[in-house]
């Protein structure tokens, strides 16, 4: 099992920034994907941002120009800068990495709350 760790959720106004950050207790290149979804009441979880297994990122088309993903391999960390947050941004944000070392495995955080006040 693979432990991930989310932090730096929290209530921020309509046009302000949040940084997350997920601390991934174990070598994060040994995952082929890794990033961040979010999951709304009442609604499906939802992709974010994410490293692809190419190394590229992919941000959902919400998102763009809005969100940011990096990652520290040193620290084994997957960071998401949002700015320009809007109310129907709040939600529980999750960290999630994929595995296909032994077939495909799927791990995910606990989540973080994100809530955006207008």
């Known amino acids: 099992q693979v432990r991930l760790m989310e932090s730096g959720g929290g209530l921020v106004q309509a046009g302000g920034s949040l940084s997350l950050s997920c601390t991934v207790y174990?070598?994060?290149?040994?995952?082929?994907?890794m990033g961040w979804h979010r999951q709304a009441p009442g609604k499906e979880r939802e992709l974010v941002a994410r490293?692809?297994?190419?190394?590229?990122?992919d941000v959902a088309d919400y998102m763009k120009g809005r969100a940011t993903i990096s990652r520290d391999n040193a620290k084994n960390t997957i960071d998401l800068q949002m700015k320009n947050l809007r109310p129907e941004d709040t939600a529980v944000y999750y960290c999630?990495?994929?595995?296909?070392?032994?077939?495909?495995?799927?791990?995910w955080g606990q989540g973080t709350q994100v809530t955006v006040s207008s």
């Open positions: 999630n990495v994929v595995s296909i070392r032994q077939g495909v495995r799927e791990y």
């Open positions: 174990e070598d994060i290149t040994r995952f082929y994907v």
């Open positions: 490293f692809t297994g190419s190394g590229a990122t």
